[in-house]
């Protein structure tokens, strides 16, 4: 069974009920999540051997967080202990016209004030086959930064495949510098890189020419991101395979969803998925994510089932509460075999 590390953040999530907005609710729903966690749910749910690395508070929600993790299937026997607080991020799902808006409280947070040495990455990396990490913890903090590059040159020594969601958060930039001065070292790292149709744009001002993230329409023209894929395997030279994902946004509850993957040769494009009603986007890049290094890891000689498994596993996710991604192999390769109808299991 191949074994996966993922480093970086995990916070309490907190969201109004239904689409009531800040203003109008008077209590929240509790639940965890965050970017890497949520790809090692996924993986968990998959059957992968998977252990989730942070820094956590000495407290009672840091404990429920640790449960929340075990009783999922993720390990945490390499986190670290320290600092006052886990984060927290609050959500106001948004309808039809009107956006969903997340506001963070997760400065000062234990994993912000992470530094270079806390944490044993030989001993981490032992037996393992992958690491995981996104842009999202390079952004907390100049210490996670430094962190999260001892990881991933760790890995790189210890002949562990890396890979990063680029996952550009504007508001989490806040500690003196830009991610394109932080992120191309650890990019560089990289084995498999992912990002959204606008990350390569926000961070390294790569995009595919007349593109309009918000003019989507729904609609996007699959092959023009070829380029981004050689523009970045040109800048990052270590990559062998370049992945974006492609939201074509209609309006808050009715999103197309689907990717393409680069291989340097190849550029291979997934089937495209109209995805009505949606229930929660939150985690849908990072269970698309786990879909991918399931895929990848599984369906080693065949790039287009890796891509047709992660973007149905993260079609999939937009059905389910909460930022983990709550669905089976099985499930996911029903959906691939054209199964969408939605008919009861008995």
């Given at each position: ?69 075990h009783k999922h299937g993720v ?19 948004g309808a039809v016209a009107r ?248």
């Amino acid at each position: 069974m191949p074994r996966v590390i993922t480093f970086g953040e995990i916070m309490l999530r907190l969201a109004t009920p239904g689409y009531l907005r800040f203003s109008q609710t008077d209590s929240f729903t509790a639940t965890f999540g965050g970017g890497e966690a949520n790809v090692a749910v996924s993986l968990a749910n998959y059957g992968v051997d998977v252990e989730f690395v942070t820094r956590f508070p000495d407290n009672d929600i840091a404990r429920s967080c640790i449960a929340d993790l075990h009783k999922h299937g993720v390990g945490t026997r390499f986190c670290v202990t320290g600092g006052e607080r886990l984060g927290i991020y609050f959500l106001e799902t948004g309808a039809v016209a009107r956006p969903s808006k997340v506001v963070y409280d997760r400065a000062h947070s234990a994993i912000s004030e992470i530094e270079p040495g806390m944490i044993d990455w030989e001993k981490v990396f032992e037996g393992a086959d992958w690491f995981h990490w996104t842009g999202i913890t390079p952004a907390l903090s100049e210490g996670a930064a430094a962190v999260c590059l001892e990881a991933a040159r760790a890995a790189n020594r210890l002949g562990v495949t890396v890979s990063c969601d680029l996952n550009y958060r504007k508001n989490l930039w806040k500690y003196g510098k830009k991610a394109g001065e932080v992120m191309p070292a650890l990019t560089e790292c990289c084995d498999v890189i992912l990002g959204n149709e606008e990350d390569a744009e926000k961070v390294f001002g790569i995009k595919p020419e007349g593109f309009d993230v918000t003019a989507t329409g729904g609609a996007i023209d699959q092959s023009r991101f070829r380029s981004v894929g050689e523009q970045l395997m040109k800048k990052f030279p270590r990559a062998k395979k370049v992945i974006i994902t492609l939201r074509g946004s209609i309006n808050a509850n009715h999103n197309t969803w689907g990717g393409v993957l680069f291989d340097g040769k190849t550029l291979y494009e997934s089937p495209r998925y109209d995805i009505t009603h949606i229930v929660d986007r939150v985690g849908g890049g990072d269970s698309f994510m786990g879909g991918l290094i399931y895929g990848l890891l599984t369906y080693k000689e065949d790039p287009q089932k890796a891509l047709n498994f992660a973007v149905a596993a993260s079609c999939l996710k937009h059905t389910i509460y909460g930022d983990y991604n709550l669905v089976t192999v099985a499930e996911v390769e029903n959906l691939m075999k054209g199964d969408a109808s939605g008919r009861v299991s008995r």
